[in-house]
């Protein structure tokens, strides 16, 4: 009986609980907003590729 009170009472692994729970959170949350925001983020990009194919790169007259 002592061993399964102590057991209880030992917080040695408490850090490593809560830091699992803290990384699922966030995992969790990725999961859950990158869809959402993946498509203005790639018309984004296309946007600036798009810029930057447009712009004209020369030598300065002279």
């Known amino acids: 009986m002592t061993t399964l ?3 209880w009472q030992e ?3 408490a ?8 990384t699922a959170g966030v995992v969790v949350l990725t999961i859950v907003v ?11 990009a296309i946007g600036i590729g798009d810029t ?9 007259p002279g």
């Open 34 to 44: 990158a869809p959402p925001i993946r498509e203005a983020v790639v018309n984004l």
């Open 15 to 22: 850090v490593t609980v809560d830091f699992v729970v803290l």
């Open 5 to 7: 009170k102590r057991f």
């Open 52 to 60: 930057v194919n447009d712009v004209e790169v020369g030598l300065p």
């Open 11 to 13: 917080e040695a692994g």
